[in-house]
C-alpha cells in the first residue's frame, strides 16, 4: 500500500518561508514526477509546480521565483520551498506524484494537504 505523506505547513506572516515535504511509504521504488497543488478558500484547486520525471520544473506564474519544487537524492521525497510568502499564498497545498511501485507499474497518488496560512 503506497502513501504519499504531507508535511511542513503552518502560520507565517507576509514574507516568511516554509518548505513542504511530500513522502513516498509503502511498497514503492520512489516518487518519477510530481505536482504541487493548493486550494485557497472557496476557490478551485490549481497547481502552483510541476517537476517531471526527468528534471524539468514548471511553476505558475504567480509563484515564479518565489517557489523552488525540488527532490531529494532517494527519490522518496519532493519539497517545495516556498519564500517572500503572501496573504494569497494561503491554502491547503496537495502533493501529487506518479509513484513508482515496480518495473513499470506507476501509479498517481494524492498527498493529504496541508495547511500554509500567511498573515498580513
Known amino acids: 500500500q503506497v502513501q504519499l505523506v504531507e508535511s511542513g505547513g503552518g502560520l507565517v506572516r507576509t514574507g516568511g518561508s516554509l518548505k513542504l515535504s511530500c513522502t513516498a511509504s509503502?511498497?514503492?521504488?520512489?516518487?518519477?514526477?510530481a505536482d504541487w497543488y493548493r486550494q485557497a478558500p472557496g476557490k478551485q484547486r490549481e497547481l502552483a509546480a510541476r517537476?517531471?520525471?526527468?528534471?524539468?520544473?514548471v511553476y505558475a506564474d504567480s509563484v515564479k521565483g518565489r517557489f523552488t519544487i525540488s527532490r531529494d537524492n532517494t527519490g522518496y521525497t519532493m519539497y517545495l520551498q516556498m519564500n517572500s510568502l503572501k496573504p494569497e499564498d494561503t491554502g491547503v497545498y496537495y502533493c501529487n506524484a506518479d509513484v513508482i511501485e515496480a518495473v513499470a507499474v506507476v501509479r498517481n497518488y494524492w498527498g493529504q494537504g496541508t495547511q500554509v496560512t500567511v498573515s498580513s
Open positions: 509503502g511498497s514503492t521504488r520512489g516518487i518519477s514526477s
Open positions: 517537476m517531471t520525471a526527468g528534471g524539468t520544473t
